[in-house]
């Protein structure tokens, strides 16, 4: 090969590195720009839907506290996130009601307690504030043990309801590990430390421990439903061991088992039963700054997840 057409090939490569070099520059200003324009269009979004606070003057109105998805510790139906918004809401100097728009699976057995205690006691402490659950798509298991909490509970024919009861699961992968020929090694402090382990065999005293435990947990959530619906439930005379059973029940068939006093939205509670149709979501959802920056990790990881595999497809 003569020289020159050596320096001809090392001049192309050259050449086609250089061309690379700028697609890369370029997709990667396009990135930045994506992320910055998802940023201003989220922080006006962001703003846009911030809540009212207790301290604007907005006139007489419904105040609505929304219980949406899984109630747990973590989520924005956590215990803190909906007794905060309870509190700004009864603070309200003119909030002639509160409606708590629930739908839910459930969740944690703590976090429903607790809201459903903290509901009682601010319910205590503000007599003229009348608050009513409002079961939209769902409320059930820990939704519903939060909305035995509130003075009366209003429905949608559709909705579904109930599920009195307690969950705990697991697997049991004892045989699968025998079959394989997989040894377990385990070691422990404490004879029943490992009793809640998928890989070691069930024990008859720690079944019955366990079941303690949710019949416990269970009465706890049949004692909040009766002092909330109890007399509901007597008049409608019905099978408490089938109510209390951990069935889900249409809001029609709600409102006969005395689980729901009427048929009702967000919208109609306000209108005709608290008589303040204005609303005003008091509902505390995490500040703006925190909001922003979870997005912006997400739009800037994915960014660069797209980046990195389209420079690994890049021909060479």
């Given amino acids: 090969m003569s020289e020159e057409s050596t320096e001809r090939e090392a001049l192309v490569e050259l050449l086609k590195e250089n061309l690379r070099e700028q697609r890369r520059a370029r997709r990667w200003r396009l990135i930045l720009r994506s992320v910055v324009l998802a940023l201003v269009v989220l922080g006006v979004i962001a703003v846009a839907r911030m809540d009212l606070s207790p301290q604007q003057d907005v006139g007489?109105?419904?105040a609505e506290v929304a219980v949406t998805g899984p109630i747990m510790a973590d989520s924005p139906a956590s215990a803190d996130r909906v007794l905060q918004g309870l509190e700004r809401a009864f603070e309200a100097e003119e909030a002639e009601g509160i409606v708590l728009r629930i739908n839910s699976p459930g969740g944690s057995a703590v976090q429903a307690r607790q809201i459903y205690q903290g509901l009682r006691r601010m319910r205590a402490d503000h007599e003229d504030t009348p608050v009513y659950?409002?079961?939209?798509?769902v409320?059930?298991?820990g939704a519903y043990y939060v909305a035995a909490g509130a003075e009366r509970i209003f429905v949608n024919e559709s909705s579904i309801v109930g599920s009195i009861g307690v969950i705990m699961g697991g697997f049991g992968l004892q045989e699968a590990?025998?079959?394989?020929g997989i040894e377990r090694r385990l070691y422990t402090a404490g004879e029943h430390k490992d009793f809640l382990d998928p890989f070691s065999p069930a024990?008859?005293?720690?079944?019955?421990?366990v079941q303690a435990m949710l019949d416990e947990i269970h009465g706890q959530f049949i004692a909040a439903v009766r002092e909330g619906r109890?007399?509901?439930?007597?008049?409608?005379?019905?099978?408490?061991?089938r109510l209390f059973?951990?069935?889900v029940w249409t809001g029609s068939r709600s409102l006969e088992l005395g689980l729901?006093?009427?048929?009702?939205?967000?919208?109609?509670?306000?209108?005709e039963v608290i008589g303040a149709e204005e609303r005003v979501d008091y509902t505390v959802r995490g500040d703006l700054v925190s909001q922003l920056a979870d997005r912006f990790g997400t739009a800037l990881g994915r960014g660069l997840f797209e980046t990195l595999q389209m420079q690994a497809y890049q021909p060479r």
């Avoid at 509901?232 to 099978?239: F, K």
């Fill in 60 to 62: 007489p109105h419904t």
């Fill in 230 to 241: 109890g007399e509901r439930i007597d008049e409608a005379g019905v099978d408490e061991d």
């Fill in 260 to 271: 729901a006093d009427k048929i009702g939205s967000p919208r109609s509670v306000a209108r």
């Fill in 203 to 209: 024990e008859e005293g720690e079944v019955e421990h």
């Fill in 177 to 180: 590990l025998d079959r394989l």
């Fill in 133 to 137: 659950a409002v079961i939209e798509d």
């Fill in 245 to 247: 059973s951990g069935l």
């Fill in 139 to 141: 409320g059930a298991s």
